[in-house]
């Protein structure tokens, strides 16, 4: 865990993978394994409904993070996310949203589907999300976790080598730092049972020093 996390500090990181398929939770789980190795929480950003829930609930408890559940995208993009950024001081591990199809979602419930207008208002949204989640995660040098889902549907050409893509604006991932893949993979026990078990493929990874596109791992168990 420790030595993932500093591969990711200052770093915005695209983490995508299928609806339930436990991406929030292990971001939870990073957050609080955080809290024990440096004493600080992890700020986490709501936006999908399923966490405005009892589920949510326990997930808040679990991750011991400080929560902000968020309604409005202009509130998030022209205010909250600004505000941080300005701070003196930003006391977290890391910082993560949850997840870019909630805030999609909220900026386009009046929008009709296949309307131009939404297309733009899309790309414009994760251009500006990811704009200051670099500023974030750079200035106070942690993770900037940005959560999405994976779709067959990508805007632009699609070249880090999986055929599963997330659904994301191409123009967005100039401001993104690592891509991962977060999938379930079965796993065949010692007693003859099988289990899903959680895997990060690493498909995109910008550094002159190093490079860990590739590298499969389990964040649950590193």
Not at 143 to 153: D, G, K, R
Not at 193 to 219: A, C, M
Request: proline letters at 3%.
């Amino acid at each position: 865990m420790k030595g993932l996390i500093e591969k990711l500090k200052g770093k915005t990181v695209l983490l995508f993978g299928e609806p339930a398929s436990g991406k929030s939770y292990v971001v939870a789980h990073i957050s609080r394994e955080l809290l024990k190795e440096t004493g600080k929480p992890g700020y986490l950003i709501w936006l999908d409904t399923n966490l405005f829930t009892d589920y949510g609930n326990q997930l808040e408890e679990y991750s011991k993070a400080n929560v902000v559940r968020v309604t409005s995208a202009d509130w998030l993009l022209r205010f909250k996310l600004p505000e941080i950024f300005k701070q003196e001081k930003f006391d977290y591990s890391l910082i993560a949203l949850d997840s870019l199809s909630g805030l999609e979602e909220i900026v386009t419930k009046d929008e009709k589907v296949g309307s131009p207008r939404r297309n733009l208002l899309l790309s414009q949204t994760a251009r500006i999300l990811t704009y200051w989640l670099s500023r974030i995660a750079q200035k106070w040098n942690i993770p900037a976790f940005l959560i999405a889902h994976s779709s067959v549907v990508f805007e632009g050409s699609w070249r880090y080598g999986i055929k599963e893509r997330p659904a994301f604006s191409r123009r967005a991932i100039k401001n993104v730092d690592c891509i991962i893949y977060h999938q379930l993979k079965v796993r065949e026990m010692e007693n003859g049972s099988v289990q899903n078990e959680v895997v990060w493929k690493v498909v995109l990874y910008r550094s002159l020093k190093e490079t860990i596109e590739g590298f499969e791992f389990n964040p649950l168990r590193e």
